[in-house]
């Protein structure tokens, strides 16, 4: 902890994000070469020397880092955002652009659905959306992050500057149902329902993580305001959903250091990376292998 002290405050989005690629090349990189290729004798290559199984479990450990640290940027994304549908277009272009390379490098022999993780990313952002835009419903101080909040610094922190006005943006309602009980059951039930529905999908579509990512993305969009508990409750959830997340740790400890800037970078490069490198380590393995 007192590492992470220091680091905290020093690591912006573009770095955030720099690791996280770094470390989802090498897990992937490691399902690629050890447990999906074969040898001739169609062994698992992780079987075929002594430490084989040793360093596939160190690559795909390293590789749980990035996960965590992809949905806190889409929480990052969708608050700062000054174009919300674009930002969502833009993950459902690439997702559906890397759906069939995600398949060929990580499911080639398999019958059941599966999606790649943009997909997973895209339907959390949906859910916060939702979310979002239903919190109208509710008096400023009851929403998981201001409503207004646009671009970075000061203004964007206070919700003051671009966004308009907090009170403006409360829902009028009948004057019988004007009060904060009705207005908090007509917020939760279509929240429930909404988040509901875009787990089921997550399950039906096989997304990469699958109901468990997007929930992921709703505990850090949720608890935005308490950074901490948000990791914490992310972390916990993320490991009961699947065990082997418990080194997802790594991720969400050093999205504690964030110091809340964007950095240098640029936005299409992950966007392209992602069914690029796919695609290679496919051809890669296809190459050296031929399966």
């Known amino acids: 902890m007192e590492l992470l002290d220091k680091l ?18 090498i897990d992937h990189l490691t399902l690629t070469c050890l447990e999906i290729a074969t040898n001739e ?14 360093l596939d479990q160190i690559g795909r450990g390293i590789g ?9 940027l889409i929480v990052e994304g969708f608050i700062y955002t000054r174009d919300r549908w674009k930002y969502l277009l833009r993950l459902l272009i690439f997702a559906a652009i890397a759906h069939v390379p995600f398949n060929l490098m990580a499911f080639p022999y398999s019958e059941r659905r599966h999606t790649d993780t943009i997909f997973t ?10 979310i979002t835009e239903l919190s109208r419903l509710l008096p400023e101080k009851y929403r998981p992050v201001p409503f207004a909040v646009r671009g970075r610094g000061k203004a964007a922190e206070t919700g003051s500057g671009a966004g ?42 096989g997304f990469d993580y699958s ?4 929930l992921c993305i709703l505990i850090l969009y949720l608890f935005y305001r308490a950074r901490d508990f948000s990791l914490v409750a992310a972390w916990l959830w993320l490991t009961y959903y699947n065990s082997s997340e418990l080194l997802a740790l790594t991720g969400f400890s050093l999205i504690r250091c964030y110091n809340g800037k964007r950095g240098k970078q640029n936005k299409y490069f992950f966007y392209i990376f992602y069914p690029g490198h796919l695609l290679l ?4 393995r296809k190459a050296v292998w031929g399966n």
């Open 164 to 205: 308009p006005a907090e009170d403006a943006l409360l829902l009028k309602l009948p004057a019988p149902l004007d009060n904060l009980a009705v207005r908090a059951v007509l917020f939760l039930v279509p929240s429930a329902a909404l988040t509901y529905g875009i787990c089921r999908l997550a399950k039906w579509g």
């Open 281 to 284: 380590l496919y051809l890669m």
């Open 64 to 72: 749980r880092f990035a996960f965590p640290v992809f949905c806190f």
């Open 41 to 54: 004798e169609h062994t698992r290559i992780m079987f075929t020397f002594p430490a084989g199984k040793m």
């Open 121 to 130: 990313l895209a339907a959390g952002y949906v859910v916060i959306w939702g």
């Open 211 to 214: 109901y468990g990512g997007v």
């Open 8 to 25: 905290r405050g020093g690591i912006d989005a573009a770095m955030l994000k720099k690791i996280a690629i770094v470390t989802m090349f």
